[in-house]
């Protein structure tokens, strides 16, 4: 199983970023696809879950990004999004993508992927 994002970048406050993930390998099912960052000089246990949802659920936004950053999957797809709006500099930081469900054989997994670097001057 991998996890591929992308859509990082350097943008300035007040601009707009999507970022994508893909979900692939032999996977059977996926549960709960999410996001969460990691700010600049914070540890991984650090991170902060930004939007997440499982199958057929709402989705949990932080606080801090609720009313600006818009979630959205296609399971179709094994694809999750994050359109990001009304970026702030706090919103800088790596932001990885995490995914759990099972793979072929109905064996557990709980991946995240390699993160994307979403930088916002001020």
């Known amino acids: 199983v991998q996890l591929q994002a992308s859509g990082g970048g350097s943008v300035q406050a007040g601009e707009s970023l999507n970022l994508s993930c893909t979900v692939t390998g032999d996977i059977f099912s996926i549960d709960v696809m999410g996001w969460y960052r990691q700010a600049p000089g914070k540890e991984r246990e650090e991170r902060e879950q930004?939007?997440?949802?499982?199958?057929?659920?709402?989705?949990d936004y932080a606080d801090s990004v609720r009313g600006r950053f818009i979630y959205s999957r296609d399971d179709a797809k094994n694809t999750v999004y994050l359109q990001m709006n009304s970026l702030k500099p706090e919103d800088t930081g790596v932001y990885y993508c995490?995914?759990?469900?099972?793979?072929?054989?109905?064996?557990?997994?709980?991946?995240w992927g390699r993160g994307t670097l979403v930088t916002v001057s001020s």
């Open positions: 995490k995914s759990s469900g099972l793979i072929l054989g109905t064996a557990p997994y709980d991946y």
């Open positions: 930004v939007a997440i949802s499982s199958s057929g659920g709402d989705t």
